[in-house]
């Protein structure tokens, strides 16, 4: 007996060891309770003088009998003085005096079927949504450092563990949100153009949809600009906007700029700021035109991107004040103006040796003589069957016979028997038609290579094993699989290009190429494929073998 008992105390005390090094630092109240005896609502009776209100609620909607049933649940529980303070927020003496069915939205609102803990809350939404309409509960910390609950209730006691799961104690009643995206946006006089916006261009019926039986736009997700922000631009009125943006006079008309301009603001989908940060882009309700995602620390930067050349800082979003929850999505506060920009088609030359986590490696990252290996997962935008093979980052010495831009590459196994694929995130690349050649050192590997884009196979099979054929550059360039030489050295033999195809971009966004062994060539499990750059020229650009490239990182028009 006191063996298990020992035991029980030891799984105890690792299970907060375990969930104080998720939480880091944040300063989350950690009161841990554990027992099997009972369920959930067994428990909270045994302390009537916290709880006997909502057990009284949860008896009188019938939610008791499923909730202390066998299942993995999670319930945020109202103290009874929170039940005291909401009933005299709403003027009521007594639980007594509302209908069951407003009773029962609130007790959904409070409960989650699934087990969670306070090593998962992170500033934003919880991981499963509550068995209220599919709506999420945020979760944030106070200046005090206390745990906050949907920007409504503290966390007083956390982690309490029954026999089918979790009891978060809290200060207030959670209320669930009774208005749409745009009866929220109208209702604060902070967004009254961006409101009149909406309205002129029709987006406010789109957003102020409460149930929408098209599934696809049952939750929506809207970024706004108060007032504030607007006036940095001159903008002080919706004739302002109007005459800076309406460029057919007509918002209602899909190809006016003012329209565009709100349904940029739109997403298709339900995206709290968690969602947002965890994937690089996102569709707008602008045809064919999405918002980029870059997380600086705890910033958040739409649009953030280097185009042509150039670099653009991009929106920030106002991280603390967004994730604001509607009865039809999530409404989220731009701290700058978000303008859907025209972009034309441009060459891309993309290196996928320049990845962020190559970068940050000073000593390494194009330092001659310098390479670095690879494990999978270690690079977030490159990604490859095989996870127990590596991929490799090199720097030739500027003496060698290589003429690398930069005078880097990478080198990965591409044999069908061992790694049939490898796939790269590209930076943006503008909609448009292009071809894309990839740029390579000949090697012993990777003969037989069909690449493709998102999904979409291009024409020619490239081999990374072939020589360089003879010939002048218009020769070249009009084989059947063209070829070019893109090193300003124009004599040399080892780096050269070859045409994948063309291939049709249908978004601004950022892509993915993946090259897939179709037949094996080579042996081992080494990296011999090795390559330099890829490039996606459009394909109306009057010269694809133009411009040259210096081995130092320079270009020659």
């Known amino acids: 007996m006191k063996k298990n008992i020992f035991i029980v105390i030891v799984l105890c005390f690792c299970s907060a060891v375990t969930i104080s090094m998720f939480t880091g630092c944040k300063k989350t109240p950690l009161a ?15 302390y009537p003088q916290k709880y006997s209100e909502f057990v009284k609620i949860l008896d009188r909607t019938n939610i008791s009998p499923f909730l202390n049933a066998y299942g993995a649940y999670t319930v945020f529980a109202p103290t009874n003085s929170a039940i005291k303070l909401y009933l005299q927020k709403i003027g009521k003496s007594s639980t007594d005096l509302l209908d069951t069915a407003s009773l029962a939205k609130i007790c959904k609102f409070h409960l989650i079927s699934d087990t969670i803990t306070t090593g998962a809350f992170t500033d934003g939404k919880l991981p499963s949504p509550t068995m209220y309409n599919g709506q999420y509960l945020i979760t944030g910390v106070s200046q005090s450092g206390s745990t906050v609950i949907n920007r409504q209730a503290t966390l007083t006691q956390s982690n309490i563990l029954t026999g089918n799961g979790y009891i978060h104690e809290i200060d207030h009643v959670l209320e669930p949100p009774t208005l749409t995206i745009a009866q929220t946006i109208e209702a604060n006089a902070n967004y009254s153009i961006f409101t009149q916006v909406l309205k002129a261009t029709g987006f406010y019926d789109t957003l102020n949809i409460a149930n929408n039986p098209d599934t696809t736009r049952k939750f929506l997700t809207c970024f706004a600009e108060p007032d504030s922000v607007f006036a940095k631009q001159n903008i002080n009125s919706y004739a302002d906007m109007v005459a800076r943006y309406s460029t057919m006079k007509n918002p209602r008309d899909t190809t006016d700029s003012l329209y565009l301009f709100a349904a940029y603001h739109i997403l298709p989908a339900l995206k709290y700021v968690a969602d947002i940060v ?9 045809p064919q035109s999405v918002l980029t995602v870059v997380l600086s620390g705890q910033a958040v930067y739409l649009n953030q991107v280097t185009f042509n050349g150039v670099f653009e800082q991009g929106v920030l979003l106002n991280r603390f004040n967004s994730d604001i929850s509607c009865t039809n999505g999530v409404f ?17 030359d993309f290196d996928p040796g320049d990845q962020p986590e190559i970068r940050k490696l000073t000593s390494i ?3 001659a003589g310098k ?76 003969q037989y290579i069909q690449v493709s884009v998102d999904g979409k196979d291009l024409p020619n099979i490239v081999d990374f094993a072939t020589s360089r054929p003879s010939g002048t550059p218009d020769v070249l360039l009009s084989k059947p699989v063209p070829y070019k030489i893109y090193t300003v050295n124009q004599t040399q033999k080892n780096n050269f290009g070859m045409c994948a195809g063309n291939i049709d971009i249908p978004t601004t966004d950022r892509h993915v190429i993946r090259l897939t062994s179709i037949k094996d060539q080579g042996t081992g499990t080494g990296n011999s494929v090795t390559l330099d750059f890829f490039q996606f020229i459009p394909v109306n650009e009057e010269s694809q073998i133009r411009p040259l490239y210096n081995r130092d990182g320079s270009i020659v028009p």
Not at 32 to 46: A, H, K
Not at 278 to 286: F, K, M, P
Not at 335 to 348: A, C, F, G, M, N
Not at 411 to 436: C, D, H, M, Q
Request: proline residues 2%.
């Open 32 to 46: 841990y309770t554990t027992t099997s005896d009972v369920n959930i609502v067994d428990y909270l009776r045994l």
């Open 278 to 286: 965890s994937t690089q882009s996102h569709l707008t309700l602008a």
């Open 332 to 348: 989220h506060i731009l701290s700058e103006q978000l303008i859907l920009k025209t972009r034309t088609p441009y060459r891309v």
């Open 365 to 367: 990252f194009r330092r």
């Open 371 to 446: 390479s670095q290996t690879f494990n999978y997962g270690q690079l977030k935008y490159v990604n490859w069957q095989a996870t127990s093979l590596t991929f490799s980052y090199y720097t030739e010495a500027s003496t060698t016979s290589n003429y690398y831009w930069f005078d880097d590459g990478v080198s990965f196994n591409l044999r069908a028997k061992f790694n049939s694929w490898i796939e790269f995130t590209t930076p943006l690349i503008v909609k448009g038609k292009y071809k894309l050649w990839c740029n390579f050192r000949r090697a012993s590997m990777g």
